[in-house]
């Protein structure tokens, strides 16, 4: 994470504080002056009798529904539930204060663990996560060393690797991931250098059988890597790096689509290059291949792709790198071709600027900008691909965040 990003979420974070210290003056979460939330909590907080705001779960907050959403909350994690159509705080949560600082990005393994990499503290903080409470309890041997910075993480999807990506340079921790602890023990040889400037974005494709990794601008190339499925060291592809255009990655569950945007998140900008581009993965070899279907979007630096492969949806920002709305696409299972979903692009959906979903694939979280204030819900239909909005959001800081189901 550079230095001035740092500074934008020390500042967000202090001015949060701020705004929540004088909160019994204004409503909170658009709720009108007076409204009250109850101890169950609600879909929108409110001003509560104590003249005290809870972004939205009155008092105490809410129990924990169909998904889990945990967030940098300053020097602690904080937690979110959606509970039907109640979004808010984990009803008694205590937020464990963080060893390290600097997260960039967190990633959630099999629902049960939560691992958080520190840039400025060369760690990743891994926590047990209670299904029941929603609760983090320090993994053993927590915070783990990671020898290169800690930037970037991702696991392969059967949850038995863990790989650290150093943002400000060529360098790539992996782990193995103890099953029933979560401990992560450093995979021999680890980690690699390779020679790129940047680890700055991953993709695990559904199979768990290659690592691809974007470096901050379209012009450089994606570099590959096969996941040695017994220990999950790393070895580079024949062919690569493989120049395809784009600087953000991500893979459909099936293991057959290699998806990429020439934006990413980070860069608040247009890239120039206003399309998605979908390749195939050789399944043997590792190699990407375009395929015919590359449709024009406008600017995307991020985008999602629904846990049963069928649906792609670009986050998108205007000529002054403002989020703007999101445009949906349906994902040929056949031939990775992508098609617009009927309404898109959802021009009545709030803007965002990064969205992840849950295992279910029926919602997506979303941070309202790089860094925001609110943590907004999507609803997806995994039949058909259409979105809605129907939960209030909730004022919390949104970016990085995690989610389970």
Do not use: W
């Amino acid at each position: 994470m550079k230095v001035a990003r740092r500074f934008v979420l020390f500042l967000i974070s202090a001015l949060a504080v701020l705004s929540l210290a004088g909160c019994h003056n204004l409503p909170c979460n658009g709720t009108s002056p007076g409204s009250t939330g109850g101890s169950s909590g609600g879909a929108s907080g409110g001003r509560v009798s104590n003249d005290t705001c809870t972004p939205g779960g009155g008092v105490g907050g809410i129990g924990v529904g169909s998904a889990l959403l945990y967030y940098i909350d300053g020097s602690t994690a904080g937690a979110a539930t959606l509970n039907g159509n109640a979004f808010g705080l984990v009803a008694g949560f205590t937020p464990p204060t963080l060893a390290g600082s600097g997260a960039d990005d967190m990633t959630i393994v099999n629902g049960k663990f939560l691992y958080i990499p520190q840039a400025s503290s060369f760690n990743v903080e891994g926590f047990v996560i209670n299904r029941t409470n929603g609760a983090l309890t320090p993994i053993q041997g927590s915070p783990f060393s990671v020898p290169s910075g800690s930037d970037t993480i991702a696991a392969d999807p059967q949850g038995r690797f863990l790989f650290v990506g150093n943002e400000s340079g060529p360098d790539i921790a992996s782990f193995q991931i103890d099953p029933n602890t979560g401990a992560l023990t450093p995979t021999l040889g680890s980690p690699i250098t390779f020679a790129g400037t940047s680890a700055d974005t991953f993709a695990v494709d559904g199979k768990g059988k290659f690592l691809y990794v974007g470096q901050m601008s379209n012009t450089s190339p994606i570099h590959g890597f096969a996941i040695d499925q017994t220990t999950g060291a790393l070895t580079e592809i024949t062919g690569s790096p493989f120049v395809l255009g784009i600087s953000t990655p991500h893979c459909d569950a099936s293991g057959n689509f290699l998806v990429g945007v020439p934006g990413f998140v980070d860069e608040l900008a247009p890239s120039g290059d206003n399309h998605i581009y979908v390749f195939s993965i050789d399944p043997n070899t590792g190699v990407p291949t375009p395929v015919a279907s590359s449709p024009t979007v406008n600017a995307a630096e991020e985008f999602a792709i629904s846990p049963n492969g069928k649906f792609v949806y670009a986050m998108e920002v205007d000529a002054s790198g403002n989020p703007t709305s999101m445009e949906g696409f349906q994902m040929d299972q056949t031939t990775g071709a992508l098609t617009a979903i009927q309404g898109s692009p959802f021009t009545t959906l709030p803007s965002t600027a990064q969205c992840k979903f849950e295992q279910s694939g029926s919602h997506m979280f979303c941070a309202d900008a790089l860094f925001g204030s609110s943590s907004i819900v999507v609803n997806s239909d995994p039949n058909t691909g259409a979105l809605s909005h129907t939960v209030p959001d909730l004022s919390i800081s949104s970016f990085p965040f995690a989610a389970t189901n």
